[in-house]
């Protein structure tokens, strides 16, 4: 199936990410709300033509550290993959990218 991109924000993957305010260090929870709004900047033309960026503070821990949504419903792992599938793009690397990529924002902003 050949998929026509940008896709309308509709049918864009929302990828939810709860940041710890630890990964800030010892004032963490003082810079991670302006941290989020930061990295949330930062990433929105990652990947823009098929996924929606949410980049929030992890307050509730019962929540995982990543959600993937697709017109408003969740997807498993499993699902999400699917999804990446259509763009050629593996699961595996687009969470480990974003990771490597969060690690270098998280830099930019402590300013090292």
């Known amino acids: 199936m050949k998929v026509s991109l940008p896709l309308p924000d509709s049918k864009k993957l929302t990828v939810t990410y ?64 699917k999804y990446l599938a259509h763009f050629d793009k593996s699961l595996d690397e687009f969470e480990s990218h974003l990771c490597e990529k969060l690690a270098v924002l998280i830099d930019e902003f402590m300013g090292h």
């Not at 900047?41 to 697709?70: C, F, G, T």
């Open 18 to 81: 709860r940041v710890e305010p630890g990964c800030l260090g010892p004032e963490g929870k003082n810079k991670i709300v302006d941290f989020c709004q930061f990295a949330q900047k930062e990433l929105a033309p990652l990947d823009a033509d098929y996924v929606h960026w949410n980049i929030v503070p992890r307050e509730d821990k019962s929540l995982p550290e990543m959600q993937y949504n697709v017109v408003g419903k969740k997807m498993n792992h499993t699902q999400a993959e």
